[in-house]
């Protein structure tokens, strides 16, 4: 992610530079930054910006402060991937900031706390999904779409052993530990969403297989569906283009 300083002219990409937009959450290692616990208003108040985005990028942007992975938050039983786009919020008195969507990341994990006047535009100025708020990008030419949900969470890691006969056994400690988180109780001949890590990307793979019971070994093995494999970026894709 690129780093620029608070409050500064917004200059990241060219064709959604708007006169007087001010840069605001854009953070990288090495930089220090002010933290302050956030409470749950303002926490509510940044997903539903981070909900509604502009100035989407072709590839994504990790998280600095944590592992290199896809980030995907959760709040109130809905998802969102994060850091592949941006976020405008927009003052009374007329200034315009620019974030990116991990804002929301920084602000609720690292506790990243943006400056006042940007707090302020937050929580006075127009907001998604108001009219009021489309109006406010209409007018500066911004189109906006809706930020690309996350996947779902009720999977189990796999890691795969072979071929679509191969018998990939439930017996790893980070399956059995998803297994126990899903809370999946696992019978004979039922469908279960997998997936596993690409060792080859940052994207993990998806797929479904069913599984049975080997009385010999007294564990569970899944045959995997080959047809049923996807990256997990192909899935959100297909489910932002549903309509609002």
């Not at 854009?26 to 930089?31: N, Q, S, T």
């Not at 999904?129 to 406010?136: G, I, K, L, M, V």
Request: with cysteine.
């Amino acid at each position: 992610m690129a780093y620029f300083e608070e409050l500064s002219d917004y200059t990241y990409a060219r064709e959604f530079v708007r006169p007087g937009t001010k840069a605001v959450g854009w953070l990288a290692r090495g930089h220090g930054f002010p933290t302050a616990t956030p409470d749950e208003s303002l926490l509510d108040l940044l997903w539903s910006y981070c909900s509604i985005c502009v100035a989407r990028s072709r590839g994504g942007h990790f998280c600095e402060f944590c592992p290199p992975r896809i980030c995907q938050v959760e709040r109130h039983g809905e998802r969102l991937m994060l850091g592949t786009a941006e976020i405008r919020v927009f003052s009374r008195e007329g200034r315009i900031y620019a974030s990116p969507t991990l804002i929301y990341h920084y602000v609720a994990v690292h506790h990243y706390k943006p400056p006042d006047e940007f707090l302020q535009a937050l929580r006075e100025g127009p907001r998604p999904p108001s009219r009021e708020y489309f109006d406010a990008l209409a007018k500066v030419s911004l189109q906006w779409g809706r930020t690309t949900r996350g996947g779902s969470r009720n999977r189990i890691r796999l890691y795969l052993q072979g071929g679509s006969d191969s018998r990939n056994y439930l017996d790893k400690i980070g399956t059995l530990n998803d297994i126990e988180r899903t809370g999946i109780k696992l019978e004979e001949g039922l469908t279960v969403p997998f997936y596993c890590p690409d060792p080859k990307d940052q994207d993990d793979l998806l797929f479904e297989g069913t599984v049975h019971f080997d009385s010999e070994k007294a564990q569970w093995y899944a045959i995997i569906d080959e047809k049923s494999y996807r990256h997990e970026s192909e899935s959100l894709a297909q489910a932002d283009k549903a309509p609002l």
